[in-house]
């Protein structure tokens, strides 16, 4: 009897301890995520690209579509860069103008990240849209930075 | 060849799938000029907005000739205050001098203005995640090290930002967002009136940016939205977004002239205390 409530708290604590360990792990991957996405910045920043501070992530369903709209201004060119925590992912990032045309340039993809150039041709909003499509998870982390020079 | 009407079925078909498929271009196609509808995106839109940081706009302003810098700085001496809205725009509108002065290259005026973030971040109860970014500004200007000072400022703004809205503060880190933004408009404005040409004055073509702040603002809680430089604020934002949609064929030198006479009114009254 002993015995069993023994056994019992100890699955009970090998349990606690095993969602504790896989706690930080899964609270680690957005900063993952992001990362990734400045190891796709570091070759920018080598060709004088400022990184921005801020940036966009979140958590989505494998493969949906995302779109955040971005103020850009004619004179300069941007890099986006796109990361993800996860491996076995395909990645989509593009640039549209107000037309829907896609003006990015030199897409660029590696395991966790991938990247993109835009000389935008006018000063003015721009819709980025992206997607993250995993081989095996249903749901990706994702995180969306970039840079200007 | 004679195309068979099992050919123009399948094709119309195929045509009718298209168009309900990309329902982003299909009112576009309707009236005969494409235009992206955004609001039409079949997908997830993002609403965060990254506001750009002032150096983004100058960089620019550089390239099209060599604005004097040094005339664009502004004395800082922000009156003491415990109203922590005034502090929040306060404190963009410091950082956004701060990058003022890193493309003045003024070393003086940049450690100036990292006294006054630790000031400003002191009455805000941020110091602790601030005090090693506002070091890295002090050292840095030591150093004439431009590019670090760029970086650190535009993480202070991020840190405090994300500080505010950890303790579920959104309102008070949209406030830092528009404080920055009318300094650095404010100093757009000032370099394009000088040396105007439609280049330069097509960088004021922000009203993405003017909808996300007034947005920002009828989303903040009763006693935020009222308070009286908020309310000023989006008063003035919405005039701005007026002269933004306005300039269809451009801006013109008054409307330059007009929209920086409104940032610097609305800069004004951040920096009055009752």
């Known amino acids: ?149 | 060849m004679k195309r068979s009407s099992f050919q123009r079925l399948a094709a119309t078909t195929a045509l009718s799938a298209l168009v309900s498929a990309c329902p982003l271009w299909s009112q576009a196609a309707a009236a005969g000029v494409q235009e992206f509808d955004p609001q039409a995106f079949p997908g997830q839109v993002v609403d965060d907005v990254v506001v750009p940081v002032p150096s983004e706009v100058f960089s620019v302003l550089d390239k099209l000739g060599e604005p004097n810098w040094r005339q664009e700085i502004r004395s800082v001496d922000l009156p003491k205050s415990a109203d922590r809205i005034k502090l929040a725009l306060m404190f963009g509108l410091v950082v956004a001098e701060g990058f003022v002065a890193v493309q003045a290259e003024d070393k003086e005026a940049v450690k100036d203005i990292g006294r006054e973030v630790i000031d400003l971040s002191t009455a805000l109860g941020l110091i602790k995640s601030v005090r090693p970014h506002a070091q890295a500004i002090l050292d840095a200007a030591d150093k004439g090290d431009w590019s670090n000072i760029r970086k650190e400022f535009d993480q202070t703004q991020k840190t405090v930002r994300d500080s505010m809205e950890q303790m579920k503060d959104t309102d008070l880190s949209q406030c830092v967002s528009m404080g920055g933004w009318l300094r650095g408009t404010a100093s757009v404005t000032s370099v394009v009136t000088k040396n105007f040409s439609a280049d330069r004055a097509e960088l004021l073509n922000q009203p993405m940016l003017v909808e996300h702040f007034i947005a920002s603002i009828d989303k903040m809680a009763a006693d935020k939205k009222d308070h009286p430089t908020v309310s000023d604020i989006a008063k003035g934002l919405k005039g701005i977004l007026e002269k933004m949609e306005g300039a269809v064929d451009g801006f013109t030198k008054d409307a330059v002239r007009e929209i920086g006479k409104t940032c610097d009114s609305l800069l004004s009254g951040i920096q009055v205390t009752k």
Request: charged share 20%.
């Open chain 1, 1 to 149: 009897m002993h015995l069993s409530a023994r056994l019992t708290r100890r699955a009970a604590l090998l349990t606690a301890a095993s969602l504790l360990a896989l706690t930080p792990l899964s609270h680690a991957t957005i900063d993952d995520a992001h990362t990734f996405a400045m190891e796709a910045a570091s070759p920018f920043v080598q060709q004088g690209f400022i990184v921005r501070e801020d940036y966009w992530n979140g958590e989505v369903k494998s493969g949906q579509k995302l779109m955040v709209r971005h103020q850009m201004f004619k004179g300069n060119e941007y890099a986006f860069w796109l990361g993800t925590a996860q491996e076995d992912v395909s990645f989509e990032l593009k640039v549209l103008d107000e037309t829907g045309k896609e003006i990015a340039l030199d897409y660029k993809s590696s395991q966790m990240y991938c990247s993109i150039r835009v000389n935008p041709p006018k000063t003015g909003t721009y819709s980025v849209v992206f997607s993250v499509t995993s081989k095996k998870e249903k749901g990706v982390y994702w995180a969306l930075a970039y840079g200007y020079r």
